[in-house]
């Protein structure tokens, strides 16, 4: 399959490395808004184009993958650019997902294409496993803690305070509530109860940093539910200590089955990521896989990760999946 | 979507008692091979039939769930009834999944029906996990972890050596070598050293302990691969303590990405389940269903769990899905 990545930051250099690792895929071109010749790139045979070019590009591509942030550019880029492309995104702005599947399906489908938005691992697998989970078990609870990881968003949220230089947060999950949850005990757990939020702050020299530490601890959505705790540091240590990004989390279901629904039963899917886009994008290949195919089959419209069977994702024959991995 | 369950060992009983949680599955008919008179069911609305009676309700059901053993029930059963129902059953026997898939693919293909084989956790949604997890993670190594549960198999062969009542097998992980697993480490593991095997055993009154044990232990394929301890118990201790069909177990996979392959990403799907064949059961509940929807899309022959959306597991509407869980 012949893919075009649109946007060239840690994800879309995230999915040229997952293109890499899967011999039936191939990197045509990569889109950036920036000037094509300040972006180096590691394919050898893939060009890199201005994304005003990308139409040139309509015939030579079966899946374009947008790898845009969801706050501004997905809702704009996706739409329009399934008007001309097979196209795949990892929207995640969960409140917004019905809003955005609406205009990707109008796009894609008026034009004859397939799009899938929201791939990834949450959403994505997460999502998957939510789903699958809350269908085996109907009568159950589900529990959603994520980390330890880096959360772009908050880190970014400190970053926007006066006289911060630079910040890294972590969002950890209460192991604690974890362990009940995986005990079986369906505890009720508050947004405090179930995570923490570590950041660790470089400051402007002579910056105030009583005032930031209370910025940080009240700010309103990001931190002001959570026990946050705020750790100023130099910028060395910051580039030694906090240059990765890491990520994961658990999604479980406690459910009961019975006669009398005397037994419980623990369904938990948990990933441990060093790079969080990496992994991102190595999903998001197996989905491009994947629309390639139900695209060959003449599906169109927009798409999700629910709608995917497991043996599209896959490279391998099916004959080999029943063999050794049934 | 109307259900026949045809065979009512421990999972025929789970089949009824998932049907029961989920309100838009209705338990027509039990089909057993015992007199129907001395088969009592949970369903007052059900009737309990001979085995042999099962063509009279071909028009009356949309799915019936062959609960028989995979040694020599389903081989024959499932291609058999194939022929006049949409069929699923949960064929274990890894080795010989080809085989029987091509057997009931013939069978449903050639009567314009849809049939499912080896649903449940493994096979099943370990399958699911093991494929999505090799496809997301293209390089890695797979590790599956089966236990702390109840084998039915290895109590059987217990039981059929002279001189024992009853028996309990325990298969359990090796919790270091999930350990290691887990931090990423990538260790190869011998037969030995993933799992260990503890027996519980009613041996008659005056039978030669020793000579049992040592049989237990030396068993070819069954235990002598294995770390195996043997602990004789009363009856009363075995009904006491050892009465409960729980299992579980974990599918883990790590892989690397990134340009230099310098980072680890984990992926574990993890079961706790009090009782292996009520959870078998409510698995088996949700593909019945997604094969329900797949026949009346026009779909025929025979699937497996690879082939399944998870939408169509589901009872929710899309838009819900959308909404909540994606």
Chains 1, 2 share one sequence.
Not at 260 to 272: G, P, R
Request: glycine share 8%.
């Amino acid at each position: 399959m012949k893919i075009g990545i649109y946007g060239y930051g840690n994800l879309g250099r995230g999915v040229e490395c997952a293109i890499m690792q899967n011999p039936d895929a191939e990197l045509v071109a990569v889109f950036t808004r920036r000037d094509p010749e300040t972006v180096k790139i590691l394919t050898p045979t893939a060009k890199v184009e201005k994304a005003d070019n990308v139409l040139l590009y309509k015939d030579k591509i079966d899946v374009l993958i947008i790898c845009g942030g969801s706050a501004t550019d997905l809702p704009v880029m996706t739409p329009a650019l399934a008007e001309n492309f097979n196209v795949i995104d990892s929207f995640d702005t969960h409140a917004k997902i019905p809003e955005h599947f609406k205009n990707v399906d109008k796009a894609a489908k008026e034009n004859g294409n397939i799009a899938l938005i929201s791939a990834g691992w949450d959403p994505g697998m997460f999502s998957v496993n939510r789903l699958m989970a809350s269908a085996i078990l109907p009568e159950g609870k589900d529990y959603t803690f994520w980390g330890r990881g880096v959360s772009q968003g908050h880190s970014d949220a400190i970053r926007r305070i006066e006289g911060v230089l630079d910040a890294r947060q972590y969002t950890v999950p209460v192991e604690a509530a974890m362990e009940k949850v995986r005990a079986g005990e369906n505890p009720e757990l508050s947004t405090r109860e179930k995570h923490t939020r570590e950041c660790f702050v470089v400051a402007e020299e002579g910056a105030d940093l009583e005032r930031i530490e209370n910025e940080i601890k009240t700010m309103p959505n990001y931190f002001a539910d959570y026990d946050t705790t705020v750790t100023f540091i130099s910028m060395e240590e910051l580039k030694a200590n906090h240059n990765g990004i890491p990520h994961g989390g658990s999604v479980i279901r406690t459910g009961v089955t019975g006669k009398d629904k005397e037994n419980k039963e623990i369904i938990e899917y948990k990933l441990k990521l060093d790079s969080n886009p990496e992994f991102t994008a190595s999903v998001i290949l197996c989905y491009a896989r994947a629309l390639v195919r139900m695209k060959e089959r003449g599906d169109t419209g927009c798409k999700t990760v629910f709608d995917v069977a497991p043996r599209d994702m896959s490279a391998l024959p099916y004959e080999e999946m029943l063999a050794h991995l049934l």
